[in-house]
């Protein structure tokens, strides 16, 4: 199973651009490269998905170099509604989709 | 998107009891489900897969004796903690995949929180 390493936490301000990188040196050629926020005692939101290069939705960007062993979620303009822990997965290529969460990057937004 | 939903938001009960926790997909078939765990401060653990008319595959230390999963039908699982211990009072969150193999995206429930006195 590919094993993602993000950073524990960081912090922004309202207004900021938000990049949250992740590494998975050892993804599989056909794993998905997924990103989900979850708030204190909810369950996780899907953000965004993608394979390679640029994705981008109506809330984030995912940019995935070449190689796809590192991802970086880019959250524009962030607002005080965007503190959050952010986990980013790597689909099991087992046929299933058993995903395993990492650590997660927690966000703080000031003011 | 797709809508995953648990019953109950909240339990307590009490030592030796049994809990049984329900999550449906309300809007879509999926034939597999996955129930994870977590506790304060911590990420998901990922605790067993849930299949649609078969036995569920568990996580390695995960007792399948003390966490029952039943997954009926294409739209219900449930995860049964029994003899409930205060250790087991967590958050229970169960998952489910609408798409194709290794799109990953799944779906979440709102999860369950477990009281254990």
């Known amino acids: 199973l590919a094993k993602t390493t993000q950073p524990i936490s960081m912090d922004s301000y309202e207004g900021q651009e938000v990049n949250i990188t992740c590494s998975h040196n050892n993804i599989a050629t056909n794993d998905y490269i997924t990103w989900y926020q979850q708030f204190p005692s909810q369950g996780p939101r899907f953000i965004i998905q993608?394979?390679?290069t640029k994705v981008t939705n109506e809330v984030a960007s995912l940019f995935i170099p070449a190689d796809r062993k590192s991802s970086t979620l880019s959250l524009p303009r962030v607002s005080l509604s965007d503190t959050a822990v952010y986990y980013c997965?790597?689909?099991?290529?087992?046929?299933?989709?058993?995903?395993?969460f990492g650590a997660g990057t927690r966000l703080a937004v000031h003011p | 998107g797709a809508v995953v939903s648990q019953h109950p938001s909240r339990v307590i009960c009490k030592s030796g009891t049994s809990v049984k926790i329900e999550c449906r997909s309300l809007d879509f078939q999926a034939t597999t489900m996955f129930w994870y765990r977590q506790f304060p401060k911590q990420s998901l653990m990922l605790m067993a897969t849930s299949n649609e008319g078969s036995k569920a595959t568990y996580e390695q230390g995960v007792e399948k004796d003390k966490f029952l999963i039943n997954h009926a039908s294409l739209t219900l699982s449930t995860l049964t903690v029994t003899s409930a211990h205060p250790e087991d009072s967590s958050f229970y969150i169960c998952s489910a995949n609408e798409g194709t193999v290794n799109t990953g995206e799944l779906f979440f429930g709102e999860g369950s929180r477990l009281t254990v006195l």
């Open positions: 993608g394979y390679k």
């Open positions: 997965l790597v689909g099991d290529s087992g046929g299933y989709n058993k995903l395993i």
